[in-house]
């Protein structure tokens, strides 16, 4: 792998780790099945394409397309929680609609921003490559986004929104309004996979309709390969994974696009992302198994 | 899962090992196509013709390597990277979000993209002069002057043009932007019915019943995929279908004056030989399909009320019976 195939992973993993952060908010604190995230990337990508497109400055373009993200899982959330539509059938409804809502945005199916300024050419220091630069930045922004969930989640509000997804009968007992902390925790998810895709938007040479398919796939495959190598119930360190996990993937990638000789190739990897999370799925609950069998008062059979 | 750190590791190794030193005088292409479709695929088989009669040949001179990105950006993005990185002499991108992703990455490696209908619109290239940039290729659009023409030969007094299409279609929505500024001046109107899944192509055409004399449909991917739906309503309400998609005909479309994706591929392919030789891309002017085939079909022809006139039919260079 080169220099500069390897800098690409990176960044590309970078990009992902948001919609992993995104996911992990929306899957495994709210315990909400979000399929909107396929919606609200290219939605992300959409709105800052169009803005900068039109000669808005590209930091206020990225702000407004996270928000757009934020507005498109309030609505998912406001969907269950108001019309008490089933989580996923939710998520659905929203990412059918948003697949329209993109196209009407983008008055197209593609914009292209190759020589337009984006803020990762706006912010570039004289004499530092875009390859190098790119990634760099990236990694400031994905700490960042890190540290902020981080203490979001330790805060008071922060903690009613995981009590909501652990128990939300115990949750509303004690008096935390679980509607309200639905739509919060959703709106958060959903930003980060809006940032995520408009950061896309600006480093891969545009915004495309079809940018969001497969989004909640690799998101999920990211959270659940961090939770393998890091695992651990702490807030600090499952964040971490996930940005790991988002990362770790796209070596996967790069490794089968490298990987000829064995025949391997780019368009098997749906197949390898569906081994890998069955893997990572099962291989926890196969361990405690043998470990069962070790204990002196197991069953003697084998 | 403890084993996953290893696996990491080792998907690494193989990463880092494949790094194959290139000999010298061996050239190296490399193609990437954001999905595989029967044109798409015959793009690249026909470059791959084109650069062997040029005398580049895969395992004696030529290192070629072909990805598809299955559909997804975010791979279509990493394919990029990892050619840029390899450095071959010419990258192939076909279809738009590829060669987009291709074009966003690299301002030095030599790029001919393919299959793009409006390689100006996607900001490929500033205009359809030599673009003194590492881009190039070869664009898939269609003359629709003459497209028209050919509607007019089967429907003499057609006056309402229906077209069933993807929103979701960037070469589509070209279609229907030229067509709304180029049919007034014909003396005729475009009808739209919008089909973004293939399963809506039907009950777009259906809407067109009574307000249409005539579908015309362009290469879109969900049109093509369920053509069948078409060929039901065109055959109970007999209202004539018109392809540009040459397979089209074969399926019960009246006629289709199409590019032959192979022979597009092949244009490619001397293109790339041609910067091989040494031109620079940026030196060569981006170019259209030059061959136009026609395909007819009487017998759907009579099925949806319409007869084609013997010049037509002569004219063909193909007769599906």
New interface residues.
């Given amino acids: 792998m080169s220099l500069f195939s390897f800098l690409g992973a990176v960044e590309i993993g970078l990009i992902f780790a948001l919609v992993a952060l995104g996911v992990y908010i929306s899957f495994r604190l709210l315990r909400f099945p979000d399929l909107t995230v396929d919606g609200s990337f290219p939605l992300g990508g959409a709105v800052c394409a169009i803005m900068i497109h039109n000669g808005y400055s590209p930091y206020l373009a990225t702000v407004a397309a996270t928000l757009a993200g934020a507005v498109a899982g309030y609505i998912t959330g406001w969907l269950n929680v108001r019309l008490r539509i089933m989580d996923l059938l939710a998520s659905i409804l929203m990412m059918i609609a948003l697949f329209s809502v993109n196209l009407r945005i983008m008055g197209g199916p593609n914009i292209p921003l190759i020589n337009d300024p984006t803020v990762f050419t706006l912010l570039q220091p004289e004499g530092l490559q875009d390859f190098w630069w790119r990634p760099l930045l990236l990694l400031v922004l994905v700490i960042v986004a890190k540290f902020a969930v981080d203490w979001f989640f330790s805060t008071e509000r922060g903690l009613a929104i995981r009590a909501t997804g652990s128990n939300s009968r115990m949750a509303r007992a004690q008096g935390i309004n679980t509607g309200a902390m639905v739509l919060l925790g959703m709106a958060i998810s959903n930003a980060l996979v809006g940032l995520s895709g408009a950061l896309f938007a600006q480093t891969q040479g545009g915004a495309d309709i079809s940018m969001g398919i497969g989004t909640i796939v690799i998101g999920l495959a990211a959270v659940i390969v961090g939770e393998a190598i890091l695992p651990s119930r702490r807030l600090v360190y499952a964040s971490l994974a996930a940005i790991i996990g988002a990362i770790v993937y796209r070596f996967f990638i790069a490794a089968a696009l490298n990987s000829d000789f064995i025949g391997l190739k780019a368009q098997d990897l749906n197949l390898v992302t569906a081994l890998l999370v069955t893997l990572a799925l099962v291989v926890p609950n196969f361990k405690r198994m043998l470990q069962h069998k070790r204990l002196p008062d197991a069953p003697k059979s084998m | 899962?403890k084993?996953?750190?290893w696996m990491?590791l080792g998907?690494?190794t193989?990463?880092?090992a494949?790094?194959a030193p290139a000999s010298a005088q061996e050239k190296s292409v490399a193609v990437t196509a954001?999905v595989?479709h029967p044109a798409l695929d015959a793009v690249r088989d026909g470059a791959k013709d084109a650069l062997k009669a040029a005398g580049y040949e895969e395992g004696k001179n030529l290192k070629w390597?072909y990805?598809?990105?299955?559909?997804?950006?975010?791979?279509?993005?990493?394919?990029?990277?990892?050619f840029?990185?390899?450095?071959p002499d010419v990258i192939i991108a076909i279809a738009?979000?590829s060669a987009?992703?291709v074009?966003?990455?690299t301002k030095t490696v030599s790029v001919v993209f393919s299959a793009v209908t409006d390689p100006v619109?996607?900001?490929?290239v500033p205009n359809w002069e030599p673009s003194h940039t590492n881009v190039t290729g070869v664009s898939d659009l269609l003359a629709l002057d003459k497209q028209m023409e050919l509607v007019k030969k089967v429907v003499p007094n057609a006056k309402r043009i229906g077209m069933v299409y993807n929103?979701?279609?960037?070469n589509s929505?070209v279609v229907v932007k030229e067509l709304k500024e180029l049919l007034p001046k014909m003396g005729m109107t475009l009808v739209e019915a919008s089909a973004?899944r293939s399963v809506d192509v039907g009950s777009a055409a259906r809407s067109l019943i009574g307000k249409a004399d005539v579908i015309y449909t362009n290469t879109d991917n969900n049109v093509v995929s369920a053509y069948e739906a078409l060929v039901k309503v065109g055959q109970e309400a007999k209202l004539p279908l018109v392809a540009s998609d040459t397979d089209s005909v074969k399926r019960g479309a009246i006629a289709a004056l199409g590019i032959n994706y192979r022979d597009l591929g092949e244009q490619t392919g001397r293109m790339v030989a041609r910067i091989l030789k040494g031109e620079k891309p940026g030196d060569i002017k981006p170019e259209v399909s030059t061959k136009m085939e026609l395909f007819v079909n009487p017998g759907a022809a009579e099925k949806q009320g319409v007869k084609l006139s013997e010049d037509l039919i002569k004219s063909a260079t193909q007769v599906v019976k």
């Fill in positions: 899962m084993h996953l750190p990491t998907a690494l193989l990463a880092f494949a790094i954001i595989e390597q990805q598809s990105a299955q559909g997804n950006t975010g791979t279509a993005a990493q394919i990029a990277r990892k840029i990185g390899d450095k738009t979000p987009q992703a074009v966003a990455a619109a996607a900001k490929l929103p979701g279609e960037a929505v973004p």
